[in-house]
């Protein structure tokens, strides 16, 4: 095999590592002797490609999140040149959103599982490099969706519109995260292998829930 195969498998395979010990145990507690024992190679060759444990990590964020997020880029595009100089559809946007990171996780379930987890992770317990590395890959996507939104709910109040948009993550992730879940207790009725399906069942659910009118809650009465 030539020397540079070896050296991509390399860093292929410690990407792979740091990937599914980061998903189980979080950065703190995937060391680097963890991580090459799993790899099959090396400190030395760990400090080579990456330097540190936390470039490490923010290699195995960018990984994923670099693809991914161009493709909803490229379909954000699309929607709104297909707009012209009116508001995007939505459903459109939806799918633009959601469908890269479902397909992802549908079609590489192992992979897709650690991409959940380690997000769960970054947004959830004190990981600031995970959380740092995950927002400034988001950046520009975030920017982007909010302002695309916003056109297209052009009368739902900002606070409302960032609140649902925050539960649509929230049912992207379950959605990827929990495909066992899905598998074990409904399995004999849904297919988690019919990944066209979900993603359109989710952009017809979401999109009516980004849209619903606004319900004001009364307060509880005193006393």
């Known amino acids: 095999m030539p ?54 990590a923010r290699a195995v964020i960018a990984r994923h999140f670099g693809p991914v997020n161009a ?3 490229r379909l954000l595009d699309e929607a709104e040149r297909e707009a012209g100089v009116g508001a995007p559809r939505l459903e459109s946007l939806v799918r633009a959103f959601v469908g890269p990171v479902v397909r992802f996780g549908q079609e590489l ?6 991409f959940a987890q380690i997000c769960g992770r970054a947004m959830t317990q004190p990981e600031p490099v995970l959380r740092e590395s995950l927002l400034g890959e988001l950046a520009e996507a975030i920017r982007r969706f909010r302002a695309a939104f916003t056109r297209a709910l052009p009368d739902l109040p900002i606070e ?33 292998r019919d990944v066209d399906g979900i993603v359109e069942r989710m952009v017809r659910f979401l999109s009516a829930a980004l849209a619903a009118p606004i319900s004001e809650t009364p307060a509880p009465e005193k006393g």
């Open 3 to 56: 020397a540079t195969a070896v050296v991509q498998d390399t860093k292929l395979s410690l990407l792979d590592a740091a990937e599914a010990l980061i998903a189980e145990h979080g950065l703190a507690g995937a060391s680097m002797r963890a991580i090459t024992s799993r790899a099959g190679t090396n400190l030395a060759a760990a400090n080579y490609h990456f330097g540190t444990k936390e470039e490490l």
């Open 109 to 114: 379930p192992d992979r897709g599982r650690h």
């Open 71 to 73: 493709e909803r880029l």
């Open 160 to 192: 409302e519109l960032l609140w649902r948009i925050h539960f649509m993550v929230g049912a992207m992730a379950h959605t990827i995260a929990g495909t066992q879940l899905i598998e074990e207790v409904h399995g004999d009725v849904l297919d988690t």
